[in-house]
C-alpha cells in the first residue's frame, strides 16, 4: 500500500506552511495532496506557490496532486477552479461536481471524499467520467467498501482516510468567524489563532466536534493505524493521513512501517486528540474499538 498526505484543512501561515512541506519531501508519504479545500479567504500561498510546491516535491520523488476546493461560492472560485483543472502538469483530486465536469473526459482525475460513492453504480459512473482513484467517504465501513472492492472498474484504485480529525460538512457560514462575532466577511483570519481548528464541547465538557472555519470536522482523531491489514486485505491501494500542525513526521513514521508490516511506533501522545474509528465499524463515528 502507497502513503498519501492530504491537503492542509487548517488555515496556516506561510512559514509554517513551507517548513511543514519541507520536511514532507524527506518523509515517507508516496503521495502529496496540495492546495486550499476549505476557504478561498485563506491565501497565505496563492496558486502559483502551490504550484512551486507541486513542482518541488515531485522532484524530491513524491507523486504530487492538486486538491480542488470544495464549496465554490463566487466566480473567483470558480476561475481559480477552472485554473487547477487546466494546470496541466499534476493530477487533480475533484472534490465537487463542478471540478468534475471540468476534469471529465479531458484528464484523469481522483474522486476525492466528498462526492459521496456510496455504492458500486456511482463508482462505475465516476470511472466512465475519468475518475482513476477514489477516496472512500469517511462514514462508510469496511463492510460497504468490501461491496464497493468486489465490483470496483478496472484501473481504479482505492484510497481511504486512516488518520486525522475527520472534514464531516461544509457550509456558506463561517462557525469561526461567527465565535468570534464577526462576519464572514470580515472574519479578520481568526482561523489562524487555531492551528488544528478550534475544538468544540458539549455542555458536559466531552469533546464533540472542532469548527474549522466553514468546515466542521469530528472532534476525535480517525485512527485506522490497527486496521492497516485488514486494508492490505481488501486490497486498498493508498491510506491517506490528514496533517496536524505537531508530530506528523513521526507519524508518518509509524504509518510507513505499519504500510511495510512491521510493527509501527505508537501513536499515544502524538494525536492532537484522542482515537475514535467507530465508522469504520459501523458503529457511531465517536467510538474507539481495538
Not at 34 to 58: F, P
Not at 86 to 101: K, W
Not at 196 to 220: C, H, M, P, V, Y
Not at 234 to 248: A, G, H, T, W, Y
Request: aromatic letters at 8%; charged letters at 25%.
Amino acid at each position: 500500500m502507497k502513503l498519501s498526505l492530504g491537503p492542509v484543512l487548517y488555515y496556516w501561515t506561510r512559514e509554517a506552511l513551507l517548513e511543514f512541506y519541507a520536511g514532507i519531501a524527506d518523509s515517507g508519504v508516496d503521495i502529496v495532496y496540495l492546495g486550499e479545500v476549505v476557504c478561498s479567504r485563506r491565501h497565505n500561498l496563492r496558486q502559483d506557490d502551490w504550484l512551486g510546491l507541486a513542482r518541488d516535491l515531485s522532484a524530491s520523488g513524491k507523486q504530487v496532486v492538486l486538491s480542488s476546493q470544495a464549496l465554490i461560492e463566487s466566480e473567483s472560485d470558480l476561475k481559480a477552479l477552472r485554473r487547477i483543472a487546466a494546470n496541466g502538469d499534476f493530477t487533480v483530486e475533484a472534490n465537487e461536481m463542478g471540478a468534475v465536469r471540468l476534469l471529465s473526459g479531458r484528464v484523469p482525475f481522483v474522486a476525492g471524499p466528498h462526492l459521496n460513492v456510496y455504492n458500486n453504480e456511482t463508482l462505475a459512473w465516476f470511472a466512465e467520467l475519468g475518475a482513476t482513484r477514489f477516496v472512500l467517504p469517511l462514514e462508510l465501513s469496511c463492510d460497504t467498501l468490501r461491496e464497493l472492492q468486489a465490483a470496483r472498474p478496472a484501473g481504479m484504485q482505492t484510497e481511504v482516510f486512516a488518520y486525522g480529525r475527520m472534514p464531516l460538512a461544509f457550509s456558506a457560514r463561517c462557525f469561526t468567524a461567527r465565535h468570534h462575532n464577526l462576519p464572514k466577511d470580515d472574519c479578520q483570519f481568526r482561523c489562524l489563532d487555531d492551528a488544528d481548528g478550534l475544538a468544540l464541547r458539549t455542555r458536559d465538557k466531552d469533546e464533540f466536534l472542532t469548527l474549522n472555519g466553514i468546515q466542521t470536522q469530528s472532534a476525535l482523531v480517525y485512527d485506522l493505524s490497527e486496521s492497516l491489514e485488514e486494508l492490505r486485505g481488501l486490497e486498498v491501494d493508498v491510506v491517506r493521513l490528514s496533517p496536524q500542525s505537531k508530530n506528523m513526521l513521526p507519524i508518518i513514521e509509524s504509518f510507513r512501517e505499519r504500510c511495510a508490516g512491521r510493527p509501527g511506533a505508537p501513536l499515544d501522545g502524538l494525536r492532537v486528540a484522542p482515537p475514535c474509528n467507530g465508522y469504520w465499524y459501523g458503529a457511531p463515528g465517536m467510538e474507539y474499538r481495538t
